[in-house]
């Protein structure tokens, strides 16, 4: 064994590498450095095996890599932060918001070269009530969307695009109320996110002008608008113009609260879960080391 060699542990989501159509491993194999990296190779088994997996082994590798998508990424990164174990991704999921925001590319040979790189730089993370998040958090339309993908055994593009056009036809906006540093906003919303980089995944730009290392989150509150103005905000999601539409607010916080109701269906960089309000938000400034690209 050669202590000179970085230890890297990648995890990786089986259903994911299978509906990909890459062999993982031999890709690694074949492409990732070896005298500069000593991998170990494990591969998730169950719901909550990934977070267990990366719990149990910070401090054990210099660099873990995550083989999934903004799930994945966020399951391994809430083990990571504050520690001196970085952060590497391998970008197999559907949204691959992350990745996409640090450069990193999306083709897996490519990817890997990025690893091989080792490039490190720290990003913040966010804290919505217990939960952390790397990407993108928040309450309203898009949580809804996860909560109705998450049901559903189709994956990718389309699968996702059916979910979101079937929910806007019967979707109510929500009652919340948003306490800033120097003001109270409240009414009913059609979409609430919280942002640490731009993008939900698919090139969908909620929040164009977020940067994951300048300590600051952005809050971004789509106040509710007439259906038939639902296509020209999509648009403006994929052409990164949301910030410029009459019916987005985006601000710049530290930390803020949310409330409203006694509990919010939320999504967690995509993936679905319940929270329980009161919510304190906050960020959580150069917590990550991650590799990126150039």
Not at 34 to 58: C, D, R
Not at 87 to 115: F, H, Y
Request: aromatic share 8%.
């Amino acid at each position: 064994m050669n202590s000179g060699k970085i230890k890297a542990l990648f995890i990786i989501n089986p259903i994911l590498e299978k509906k990909s159509g890459n062999n993982i491993s031999s890709i690694i194999s074949e492409y990732l450095d070896p005298e500069k990296f000593e991998p170990t190779i494990l591969y998730s088994e169950y719901p909550g095996h990934t977070s267990l997996l990366a719990h149990q082994n910070v401090g054990k590798y210099q660099l873990i890599v995550a083989g999934g998508g903004d799930g994945t990424v966020n399951q391994i990164a809430e083990s990571l932060v504050h520690s001196e174990t970085v952060l590497g991704i391998l970008p197999l999921g559907s949204g691959k918001g992350l990745a996409k925001s640090l450069r990193v590319p999306l083709d897996i040979r490519k990817a890997i070269a990025t690893i091989n790189e080792y490039k490190i730089t720290r990003i913040d993370t966010g804290l919505v009530g217990k939960h952390r998040f790397v990407n993108i958090a928040g309450i309203g339309f898009a949580a809804e969307v996860a909560h109705a993908y998450s049901d559903s055994r189709k994956r990718g593009f389309l699968p996702y695009a059916a979910n979101t056009a079937r929910k806007l036809l019967v979707y109510i906006p929500i009652s919340a109320e948003v306490t800033l540093k120097d003001q109270n906003i409240s009414g009913n919303y059609f979409n609430i996110s919280l942002a640490n980089s731009t993008q939900w995944g698919y090139g969908a730009h909620i929040s164009p002008n977020s940067k994951p290392n300048d300590g600051l989150l952005e809050i971004c509150i789509l106040r509710k608008f007439p259906k038939i103005f639902a296509l020209v905000l999509a648009l403006r999601l994929f052409t990164k113009s949301i910030d410029k539409s009459r019916y987005m607010d985006i601000f710049q916080v530290e930390m803020a609260e949310l409330s409203g109701n006694k509990s919010f269906k939320g999504h967690i960089d995509g993936e679905p879960v319940l929270l329980t309000a009161p919510l304190k938000i906050s960020v959580d400034p150069g917590s990550l080391k991650v590799v990126c690209a150039d």
